[in-house]
């Protein structure tokens, strides 16, 4: 089944306590993309990736790291992590025919909460 | 100003009630045009592209004025699976930052027995 896969779904973690959230496509996508969601804000872009060892920042980048080691694998990296952070992050992957339709499929979501 | 604005509603209907959303959007070189669909706390899915003719996908009416740079959202005979947020959503050009996704905040819709 085509996916994009996401882990964990939930994380409770603390403040300033390194995590990374994964994300990986089995469809053979060149772009990926993180978003987070948060309410009265909507989905705002955190990096994306156009192809391997090729990222860059989105709208909210401060606070988070990518990397793009391998086409499937997308990981987002908070570093330091700050209770700001909390929100329901999303992934997402395209092909390059799929930009241009808009046919961009989302991972399940990870709510993460920092205290 | 938000790139793209919606009424963040929410809408409440009764079944077989017909609804419209509209969305309007600041980037005249944007490019595409999407509704997606987002259930709650799930990932948000395309429902329609739109484009500049109309289209429709059974109940589903999409319009873009990009004169106006307004796009709408028709659903008629609304179900109790209608319930969900709607996404406005607009493309910027490839060469903008990969021709990332631009969201609205979404309208929420709940549709009523």
């Known amino acids: 089944e085509a996916q994009v896969t996401q882990n964990p779904r939930y994380l409770i973690t603390v403040t300033g306590k390194k995590l990374t959230v994964t994300c990986s496509q089995n469809?053979?996508?060149?772009?990926m993309s993180w978003y987070r969601q948060d309410p009265g804000l909507g989905l705002r872009q955190i990096y994306y990736?156009?192809?391997?060892?090729?990222?860059d920042k989105g709208d909210v980048p401060e606070g988070y790291k990518v990397s793009r080691k391998e086409k499937r694998n997308f990981p987002l990296i908070l570093e330091s992590p700050s209770p700001n952070q909390t929100s329901l992050y999303f992934c997402a992957s395209s092909s390059e025919s799929g930009q241009l339709i808009g046919g961009y499929t989302f991972g399940s979501g990870t709510r993460l909460t920092v205290v | 100003r938000k790139e793209v604005e919606q009424d963040p509603g929410p809408f409440n209907v009764p079944e077989g009630a017909t609804v419209a959303f509209n969305c309007t959007y600041s980037?005249?070189?944007?490019?595409?045009f999407f509704w997606y669909r987002q259930d709650c706390r799930k990932e948000p899915k395309l429902l329609m592209s739109?484009?500049?003719s109309g289209n429709e996908d059974g109940r589903f009416t999409a319009q873009l004025n990009r004169a106006s740079q307004y796009i709408s959202l028709l659903i008629r005979d609304s179900k109790l699976s209608d319930s969900a947020t709607y996404l406005c959503v607009v493309k910027r050009p490839l060469g903008d930052q990969g021709g990332k996704l631009i969201f609205g905040q979404g309208t929420e819709l709940s549709v009523k027995p």
């Open positions: 990736s156009m192809n391997v060892e090729v990222t």
């Open positions: 739109v484009y500049s």
């Open positions: 980037n005249s070189a944007s490019q595409s």
């Open positions: 469809m053979n996508h060149e772009y």
